[in-house]
């Protein structure tokens, strides 16, 4: 019975694991990324700042994250990279650590905002 207790106690006493908060993170640096219909851009690296990225696109877009420059070869969509599919005017939120590439795909004319997030 005294183990079960014990058990018990460290059980509801224990603190939480510590976790990313967002909110608690501050911008870093901004890169913009001027895409054009159905024509796939890469920026340059990033990464140097932060481990997450905030990303938002004026229009609907593919974007992916690399970390190597695909612009000759691969693009968004292809088994190359994974991809994550933004609406337009919604903002996503990446974990990446390290030197990176930000590859973006629109279906129409827009801008791709990067901002480089860290504690």
């Known amino acids: 019975m005294k183990k079960y207790l014990g058990f018990l106690a460290v059980f509801l006493f224990a603190t939480p694991a510590l976790t ?10 901004v890169t913009s990324l001027v895409l054009t ?12 700042f932060g ?3 905030r990303l938002n696109c004026t229009v609907a877009c593919s974007v992916a994250v690399s970390t190597t420059d695909f ?4 693009g968004v969509g292809t088994a190359a990279t994974n991809y994550i599919y933004m609406p337009a005017n ?19 004319a827009g801008t791709l905002f990067i901002t480089e997030m860290s504690p």
């Open 90 to 108: 919604e903002t996503t939120y990446v974990k990446a650590s390290g030197k990176h590439y930000i590859i973006g795909q629109g279906v129409s």
């Open 71 to 74: 612009r000759g070869t691969f």
């Open 20 to 29: 990313a908060n967002i909110v608690d993170f501050q911008a870093k640096s």
């Open 51 to 53: 481990s997450y990225y």
């Open 37 to 48: 219909t159905h024509v796939r851009t890469t920026s340059a690296v990033i990464g140097d």
